[in-house]
């Protein structure tokens, strides 16, 4: 059960000559994914602009994982386009449970893994990027872990692992799945934080989340996905009773509690999300 509270209407003063607005720095156009010919997104269109940080919400099963995937280009539309900005490197985080956190390897290690392709098959590392890894480290605050073995690190630190490894990458744009799913608390908060440095060195954000409180609160904009594109706008646009209701349907209810309005999903239940 997850719940979150009214946001007040901010007043805006508008400025005389406001700043020029970013390009896209990754847009989409009537995207459509299937799997065994059913759609799992369809007609999906929207930009992300440059410095940007953009949450996706929506239930399970509601192709959240499918649209970050394709987008990294890790599946192939049946239809529709996705065009990322001249020279923008996309970086991706998976889900915490798609990863075999058995496998021998360091944290080192597999933040170099996300080298492999500039290296090339045959070349090992030089020293550039092995420079490149201990910067990715540093900046997420695991150097002193780097020769830990991954299954060993708990999960927020397993989570800091693979942003580094997409650091590395000189990543411009930063696609986490699920990134807060099954931590707690004080780990969500600390990974945030993270997430808040990095965006403050001019990193684009967007991840998928059930978090709706962090969501609404500490995103620039939030995309309401089942399987189409419900909304997509500045958190006050998207927190409507009806965009939520239309979201979550029979799994979606209110509360007047006078000063706030609390919203209640049930959506606790993973069916192949």
């Known amino acids: 059960m997850v719940s979150i509270k009214h946001i007040p209407s901010i007043t805006r003063t508008p400025l005389l000559h406001p700043p020029p607005t970013p390009p896209p720095i990754l847009e989409t156009r009537g995207l459509t994914v299937s799997y065994n010919h059913e759609p799992a997104v369809e007609d999906i269109s929207f930009a992300v602009r440059a410095g940007e940080r953009v949450a996706i919400i929506g239930p399970n099963g509601a192709g959240k994982s499918t649209l970050i995937k394709t987008v990294m280009g890790l599946l ?14 996309p970086g991706y985080v998976p889900q915490h449970e798609n990863v075999d956190w058995s496998f021998p390897v360091t944290v080192r290690d597999v933040v170099m893994m996300g080298l492999v392709r500039q290296m090339g098959l045959f070349r090992g590392p030089g020293r550039a990027h092995w420079q490149a890894v201990e910067r990715a480290l540093e900046r997420v605050e695991m150097a002193d ?22 650091l590395a990458q000189d990543a411009q744009i930063l696609l986490l799945d699920e990134p807060f799913s099954g931590v707690d608390a004080s780990v969500q908060a600390s990974l945030m934080n993270t997430l808040d440095a990095l965006h403050r060195d001019g990193l684009t954000i967007l991840l998928s989340t059930h978090d709706l409180n962090l969501a609404f609160s500490r995103f620039d904009r939030v995309m309401a996905l089942n399987r189409r594109l419900i909304a997509y706008g500045v958190p006050a646009e998207i927190y409507h009773p009806q965009t939520l209701a239309a979201l979550y349907g029979g799994r979606f209810a209110t509360w007047d509690a006078g000063t706030q309005t609390m919203v209640f999903v049930d959506d606790h239940v993973c069916d192949g999300c």
Not at 76 to 89: E, I, K, N, Q, S
Not at 152 to 160: E, K, N
């Open 76 to 89: 192939r539309p049946r239809a529709g386009t996705v065009t990322l900005a001249d020279g923008a490197r």
């Open 145 to 166: 872990l780097a020769e830990r073995p991954i299954g060993d690190l708990s999960g927020g630190q397993r989570r800091r692992a693979f942003i580094a490894r997409a």
